[in-house]
């Protein structure tokens, strides 16, 4: 189940910030008047207490012991340490409505029937608490940055199984959460660009491709061999790959250096026998106005642009362009790996 965090956070946002609104303009500020005058109220009642000490020490012939108020009561000052007790006991007696503990070197008397009766609803204070901080966080995720993690083998060998990435919503223009319209123009996905979408056949969904072709390209694929706009795409072996975690299936796959116009970044191939491989991985396909064409780096097991039903990825569906690995927990080895803290996605 995909939780839609955008809705969630809005919903929060509107719904703490309208109960402030509503307490602020029609109830706090009766609320506070009545607090003020039952402050004035409890004050007095704190003060006739302090007055009841005062005439039992007196009365006791208690000498040199400071009594005075403070914010939790009654404070008493009381300069022979070895009195502290005694008089602790004394107050005990005496005045049982009091709360009388040891405080240092003297007592602090609480008076429970000082306690204010007026305070602020819970919902109110919750509300009035988390608003700021829902509101930061939606800011933040709607218009800055956004988390996500990586599911699945499709973009190894850059991204594996447990990264953590951070998606640059800035990148391609602000949109606004939730309705996903588009306010403020910044750039465009450009070839190479490692992007986190919603899929036009799942867009309940997110996933992340690389751009491979941009408007107007047409994009070839035949028996491993990317061509863009008639000029195939230039690439080298690098090697076998090593797996690990949850992508060690993939050990054995070779590690090709492919140099997209202007980008090169690294690609897995199992190089299967044209024979064999999913027939639908070959084709050419010229990319409409206002989509891009998007392929994942492990060639063999990505499910792409090649395999959907429209082939294409309107611009309308794209969540952000992604920046940065910054943690990574591989669930299904059960290990995490620090090396992967603050790997740039290239």
């Known amino acids: 189940m995909r939780y839609d965090f955008a809705l969630l956070f809005t919903v929060l946002t509107a719904l703490f910030g309208l109960i402030w609104l509503i307490d602020a303009l029609f109830f706090a ?6 607090a003020a005058v039952e402050r004035e109220e409890l004050d007095g009642v704190v003060e006739a207490a302090a007055g ?23 404070g008493i000052g009381v300069p022979d340490k070895g009195d502290v007790e005694r008089l602790r006991n ?5 005045m049982p409505e009091l709360d009388v503990q040891v405080e240092g070197d003297g007592l602090q008397a609480g008076v429970p029937a000082a306690a204010p009766r007026i305070r602020e609803p819970l919902v109110v204070e919750y509300s009035r608490s ?21 599911p699945s083998e499709s973009m190894m060998p850059n991204l594996l199984i447990g990264d953590f990435i951070l998606v ?8 606004l959460p939730v309705l996903d319209t588009k306010i403020v123009k910044v750039g465009e996905p450009q070839r ?19 751009v491979i072709g941009v408007p107007g390209d047409v994009i070839s694929y035949q028996n491993y061999q990317l ?11 690098l090697g076998p790959y090593v797996g690990k975690g949850s992508g060690a299936d993939m050990t054995g796959a070779t590690v090709v250096r492919e140099d997209l116009p202007g980008r090169s970044h690294t690609i897995l191939q199992k190089n299967i026998p044209e024979m064999v491989q ?5 084709g050419t396909w010229t990319v409409p106005a206002g989509e891009y064409f998007m392929m994942g780096d492990n060639r063999d097991n990505s499910e792409d642009s090649r395999f959907w039903p429209t082939h294409f990825l309107p611009e309308a569906n794209i969540v952000g362009k992604a920046e940065l690995v910054w943690l990574n927990i591989d669930f299904g080895a059960k290990k995490m790996d620090g090396s992967r803290i603050g790997t740039i996605i290239r």
Not at 193 to 210: C, E, N, T, Y
């Open 168 to 175: 640059n919503k800035y990148a391609y223009g602000l949109r």
């Open 29 to 34: 500020r009766a609320r506070r008047k009545a």
């Open 130 to 150: 988390f608003f700021p901080v829902i509101l930061i966080i939606l800011l933040l995720r709607s218009f800055v940055a956004e988390p996500y993690r990586i």
């Open 227 to 237: 061509t863009v706009n008639g000029q195939a795409v230039a690439s080298e072996d």
């Open 278 to 282: 999913d027939p639908r991985a070959n």
């Open 52 to 74: 009841r000490v005062r005439s039992l020490f007196a009365r006791e012939r208690v000498a040199g012991v400071e009594v005075g108020r403070n914010e939790a009561g009654i």
């Open 192 to 210: 190479g660009d490692v992007i986190v979408f919603h899929p036009p056949m799942a867009p309940d969904q997110v996933w992340i491709k690389r």
């Open 90 to 94: 004394l107050l005990t007696r005496e």
